[in-house]
Each structure stands twice: as C-alpha cells, then as structure tokens.
C-alpha cells in the first residue's frame, strides 16, 4: 500500500516540499549559529539565502523525483525551468499572504486552520502551475503527427484535468430525458414567484418539453404559498410542496430533490435571476446523454447583469480557490443553476449541506464520483424584488468546511464511491 502511495505524483510533491522546508531550517540554523549571521542585516539575508537555496533543491527534487523525463539541457533548465518554477513558488506565497490569509480571517477562521488551508492551497497553486508550465514535456510537430488519429496526447501529470468525462452513450436508449423537473425553492418570493414560474413554464410549453415546475415553499411568511395555489389551479405541470425540513435553501432544495417526478432535473431560482432560455439549453445536453450540465456565467457567451461588485469580487476568489483546490475546468461551482439525471442525485446522496453550501456539495460530488459533465455559457440577472437570502459572511466557514470535506473525498477515499462502470 505504501509503495502504490509513493507513486502518486501529488504523495511525492508534498513529501519533496517537506524536505524542502526541512533543509530551509537546517540552513538558517547553520547560517545563524555556525556562520556567524547574528545582526538584524545578517539574519535577514541569512533567512534569504535559506529560501533561495531551499527552492532550488526542491526545484532538483521534484525535477528528478516527480516530474521525471524532460530536457536537461542546461540552457532550459537556467534559463526557463528555473525562473519560472521560482515564479510558480512566488504566486503561491503571495496568494497566501494577500488573499487566502485575510479572507478567512475577515470570516473568523481560526488562525490554526487558517494557517493549515493557506498552506494546502498555495501548496495546490504551486502543484498546479508546476505541473502545468514549469515541468510541462514539449512536445515537437513530429511527435504530434505520429499521435494523430491515434489517442490524445496528455502532458505529463495532466490527464486527470484532461479526461473530464467519459464517452456519451447517445446509442443507449436509457438516456432519453422523457419527464424534465425544475426544483425552485422560495422563502418569500411574493414578489418574483409568478412571473418567474410563467416565464419558465410558456418558454418550455414552446419548445414541447415535458416538464413539471416543482415549487418549495420554504416556510414563507408572506403570500407566497396562496400565489402557489393560483400557479397550481392555471397549471397542472406547476406544484408545489412546503418544506418538511427546518427553514434553509439548502434544506429546501434537498426537500425538492427528494420529491420531483422527472428523469433529470434543473435547480433554478425563484428570484428570476436564471434565463429561461438557459433551462431549455440544459435539457437539450442532457438528451445528448450528459450525466450534469453546468452553467457558467464567466466563460465565453456568460453573462452576468447588476451583480453587485462586493460579491462579484468574493465570488470569483471563492471559485478560483475551488478551482485551484479540485484542479477543474468550471470556473463557477458556486451558482446553484444548474441540471443533473436523477442517476446524479441518487449517486451523490446522501447530501450534507443545510444552506447554500450545497450548491457547491452536488456539483462536486458528481464531479468527484466520475459522472460526466458539459460546461455551458448561462445569463445570470440580479433580482428586481425582494431580497437576497445569501449572506456571505455567515455562510463562508458552511462553505469551507464542504470543499474540505470533498477534496478529502477525493483523495482518501479510494474511489469508493465513484461511479461503477461496466465493460
């Protein structure tokens, strides 16, 4: 067991960076209590020289131990692996200092964990860029036109980000979507509920899909159930049921999700913010045989209306950080917008989140537990009524705690719950 974990590329990167560290201390112990460097100026440019000669013997660690095969050539390794492996350390560092660190202190992150997640993650950034520029193989046009019309070729180390679903099975008839559901949760959404479910409800009955719109009323304390009841008598695809579990979006959705009908189904929000154009794209994916759509509103062809700056900014750090963390290709986990086979949910139950937390917990699950997915550009608008129920500073710590919880999923748990596939 222990040799197959010495294999791992990720085990000898973190093993090479604990060396690193320990041949840091060992060089300002011999610099400082051998050498003399007793003065402030001196134990400062001790503490320099540590650093620079530290990195450079994990740089020969990991280019001979981990990252093995490539160019020796002198001139590529001094000139190119060298300066930018040192800029791969630096970004990580700095994002450390400057992002990672104040963020979970302004959310009262204890400064113990605090410290452990600013080191998982700049120990991800510099794993990621190292694997991705430092140490990539360059490959030549030859090499390239030997490969066509045989496999892909994946840079060394890359194929996990590469392979990110399996083939479709669009010959398997199992795969038709007959029955689509939409799962909208709502806590007070008198405001927005009939123009959001009308809007969804004319654009799908235009297409000829078959869908239901199931409703959750999330213990609303305004009028939102009795506009319900008048959805449901114009509508008989439109119903609804109130929440069982205790008041929470998260709660409200797993509510929803434990009780639609269809063979896929789209969580979309009440507040109208989703494009109902975007739902009709996300069904017409699923019926190619995707596992998950996800929607994102900062790829080519997103859009984003009136987000308000100050969240706009933590959400693009908050999916960066995932996104560095779980090495994907999905730049917006964070939007609950988005669709699954009824397959997904069973397979990514039982869920944990309470709040909105959990719109990170299903599409990551799915993701983690092998079941394939197609990125796609959404519109997102801010609502015209009502108010937002995110409230990001309470919720940052719900967050952290189920991206942990996930990425040690992923690598601990020995794929024991990923999607078995038969030959």
Not at 209 to 216: A, G, H, P, S
Not at 366 to 381: F, Q, V
Request: aromatic share 12%.
């Amino acid at each position: 067991m222990l040799k197959k974990l010495l294999q791992k590329k990720v085990v000898k990167f973190l093993i090479g960076g604990g060396v690193a560290a320990l041949i840091n201390l060992f060089l300002i112990f011999v610099l400082i209590e051998w050498l003399g460097f007793n003065t402030v100026t001196l134990r400062n440019l001790a503490n320099i020289i540590a650093i620079e000669l530290s990195l450079l013997a994990s740089f020969f660690i990991y280019r001979i131990w981990v990252w093995t095969g490539g160019s020796w050539k002198i001139r590529e390794v001094i000139f190119r692996q060298i300066p930018l492996y040192h800029l791969a350390a630096g970004t990580a560092i700095l994002a450390r200092i400057f992002l990672i660190f104040p963020i979970l202190n302004w959310l009262g992150v204890n400064y113990l964990i605090n410290t452990l997640i600013g080191v998982l993650v700049s120990a991800a950034i510099n794993y990621m860029i190292s694997d991705n520029i430092v140490f990539k193989h360059r490959v030549d046009s030859l090499v390239l036109k030997k490969q066509e019309g045989t496999d892909i070729y994946c840079p060394e180390g890359l194929e996990p980000s590469v392979i990110v679903s399996r083939p479709l099975q669009t010959d398997n008839s199992s795969s038709k979507i007959d029955l689509f559901s939409l799962v909208i949760p709502a806590h007070n959404e008198e405001g927005s509920i009939i123009q959001t479910v009308q809007s969804i409800a004319n654009l799908l009955d235009r297409e000829k899909i078959n869908y239901e719109i199931l409703v959750v009323n999330d213990n609303s304390r305004d009028h939102t159930e009795k506009l319900l009841q008048q959805l449901n008598s114009q509508n008989s695809k439109v119903r609804y049921i109130n929440n069982y579990y205790p008041n929470g979006f998260g709660f409200a959705v797993r509510c929803g999700l434990e009780n639609f009908q269809g063979d896929a189904v789209a969580i979309v929000m009440a507040d109208g913010s989703d494009a109902p154009t975007n739902i009709v794209d996300y069904y017409n994916y699923l019926q190619e045989g995707y596992d998950c759509v996800f929607g994102s509103r900062f790829i080519k062809g997103g859009k984003v209306i009136d987000y308000p700056p100050h969240k706009l900014y933590i959400n693009r750090m908050a999916n960066l950080f995932i996104k560095i963390l779980f090495r994907l290709n999905l730049n917006d986990t964070t939007n609950a917008f988005k669709s699954y086979r009824r397959e997904v949910i069973n397979g990514v139950s039982p869920l944990l989140s309470h709040h909105f937390n959990l719109t990170v917990e299903i599409p990551l699950k799915a993701i983690i537990r092998g079941y394939s997915y197609k990125i796609i550009p959404i519109t997102w608008e801010n609502r015209k009524t009502g108010l937002s129920k995110l409230k990001i500073k309470e919720m940052g710590s719900r967050y952290l705690f189920i991206v942990l919880f996930l990425w040690l999923e992923k690598h601990l748990s020995r794929g024991d719950y990923c999607k078995k596939t038969n030959f």
